[in-house]
């Protein structure tokens, strides 16, 4: 069995590509850029990008599983084509893979961001409303809009399941990432 990962070399990515690589699970890896995060590891490095789909066509092919990371994050307001573009366009060449492909099961990153805070001392679960208005703001909006296409492929009769991580903190954050930026910024005072 064959588990392909996107955005592998992020930081949840690279976490779940070490948890999986332990467990003996054969990892094929879709890497766009750099493998810093993969250094070491035994796992097959596939590049491509989400917003190719042909590159998906070929990471996805004979294998079981996918799990879909790959993000790019914008915490401003301000509209950003390359965020639009992984988060929703990307998910929507990810699915169409997995269809073409037989992939037997999508596991979806998406994230707290995708959904409306429903207030003080309210849980937040898949009943909330997803922020894909225009009032949201653009990596919001571009998560949740990702997030719907992935609950109608789901209702069109894909396997898949979503997971909405918040600020994830832990090892192997290379980049490191938005959060791990601000706390490494906090503790530089």
Avoid at 16 to 38: D, M, Y
Avoid at 39 to 48: R, T
Avoid at 111 to 137: F, K, M, N, W
Wanted: proline share 3%; net charge neutral.
């Amino acid at each position: 069995m064959t588990i392909a990962v996107t955005g592998a070399t992020g930081h949840i990515g690279a976490n779940l590509v070490r948890a999986l690589s332990q467990r003996g699970t054969s990892v094929r890896a879709l890497v766009h850029k750099s493998t810093t995060a993969l250094e070491g590891l035994d796992v097959e490095m596939v590049y491509g990008d989400v917003c190719d789909l042909k590159s998906l066509l070929g990471c996805f092919s004979g294998v079981d599983t996918v799990y879909h990371l790959a993000g790019s994050i914008a915490i401003t307001r301000r509209g950003d084509q390359r965020t639009e573009a992984v988060n929703y366009q990307g998910t929507a060449n990810v699915i169409r893979a997995c269809m073409d492909r037989r992939v037997r099961r999508l596991v979806h990153f998406s994230s707290i961001h995708a959904v409306v805070d429903p207030g003080r001392d309210s849980l937040v679960d898949e009943t909330c409303q997803l922020a894909d208005g225009p009032q949201y703001a653009t990596y919001d909006r571009s998560k949740a809009r990702g997030e719907r296409i992935v609950w109608d492929a789901i209702d069109a009769g894909l396997d898949a399941v979503v997971v909405a991580p918040t600020a994830v903190v832990g090892p192997y954050d290379y980049r490191p990432s938005f959060f791990g930026r601000i706390l490494l910024a906090l503790a530089r005072g």
